[in-house]
């Protein structure tokens, strides 16, 4: 059964969408306009005491901040996404914590450096729509420099920022199942659909186990901490069910948003066409053999993620499969591996979704500094470009594919997801990343050599390639 998601996602989408206006730089801490203690304490009082000073995960094992069972808990937990999507300070990729020059390391010693890097100055603690509406107009108000931040786990670091005021919506939870479902001001011959309205700080994790207990399905990510109802969807929102019933914006119903005048608005179909497009989604040589049997992959349902650097590796998913089925479709892998020279295995693994949740789903890349550049594949790059693409794989180091499945695209024309999507088998990826302690020069090669890389895909793909907006290179 596919439950279809009403949820509800508290935006902070702008109505100049689409217009002309040059982004103008707002007040940032350290501004002379920035407000004082005085007006910053009357705002607290109107939002419960829910402001928080928010500094960068490390912070507890430095200088001022020093607090020797937070430190030692932060260096235990330091590639935990669970412990860091809990606070508001802490990012998955710790490149959104220090941006390029910031300096607050877990390994280093108490007395070194800890800046705030990009990590908000303030955040709101928010726990009920009226606090939003509060810090939407306090920082229209006093034209503020205002982010949203769910899990952190945005790998373009939009939900950080130098000197930011931040709403943080990680303890928005709520999880309310529909047998029947008619999105607001719908005509009235219309028929209900099962569907979930999720809040804002809804992570994955808990949506599965309480799709589980509903016996239903939900188009949801391939992590544990990504956000339900946050930039994953907002963005577009890919998944194992993707093949079956499209991304996860061609699901949405309904969404709830408070608007930059801090106005409460239930958008939909029916209340709001064009509003309810815009935010969906307006957010080694031998190897490449394996490219090319994507498409038969994914064509007949499957959905993987997988990487290309030691050799190939994917797992696969497809609901309501059989063992049969799987071995005609991977005939083509099977084969691969006969060949003289070449190493592998390809086998089914009969599971249920939970079984899949507990054995392989994990959260990649916690704790680092990683930047993403990617691609979309299609079938004529597929099938014209694979081996070119699996050299340039090799040749950088490796990368991965963060989505390989075939969309189900009926609802693509009413998104703004980009059309690409529509001719594509997979996402690939190519990540660069640099220690903590990396110099400026080397954080400098670092970036170009992924600029390098992004000019590489566009040499391959062409001009009229596309990617996914929430993993593409910031
Ligand atoms: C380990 C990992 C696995 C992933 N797997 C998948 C996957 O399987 N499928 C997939 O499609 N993507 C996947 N992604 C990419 C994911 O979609 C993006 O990182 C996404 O931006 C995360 O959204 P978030 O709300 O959790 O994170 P955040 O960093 O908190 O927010 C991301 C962006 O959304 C905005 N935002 C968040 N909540 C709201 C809100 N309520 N209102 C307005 N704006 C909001 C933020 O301002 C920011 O711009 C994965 C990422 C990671 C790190």
Redesign the pocket.
Known sequence: MLIQATLT?????SSTLGSQHQPRRRYAYGDECWPDTETWNSFNATIGGRLIRSVPSAAVCHAERYDSDKCATAKDSWLD?FWRTNQTGA???TLWEMGETGKCFIDTSIDAPCDQGIVPHYSVRAQSIADIQASVRFASEKDLYL??????????G??SGKGAFSIW?HNLKGIEWHDSFIPMGAPEDANGVPAVTLQ?GE?WFDVYRAAAKQNALVVG???R???A????L??????PFAHDYGL?VDNLLEMS?VSADGKYHVINQHSDPGYFWAVRGG?GSAWGESIKLFPNVTDAGYTGYGDLSQGFQAIFLKPNSSVKSFNQTFAGFFNLTQIPGVHGAVGAYPSTWNGYLDKFLR????GTNIQDTSRLLTTDVINQKSEDLAEFLVRNGGGGF??IGKVNNDERDNTAVNGIWKQSHALMSISIDWADNATELEKHEKRLHAVQISKGFTEIVGQQGGT?I??ANP
């Open positions: 996602a508290f935006g902070l989408i996404s990012y998955a990729a982010v949203t931040k769910n899990t952190g786990h945005d790998h373009l939009r939900s919506t804002a992570q990510g391939s992590a901490t990504v956000g109802a946050g930039g994953y907002l963005g577009g929102g890919h998944s996860a948003i957010g959260d990649p890349n916690i963060n989505f996914y929430n993993e």
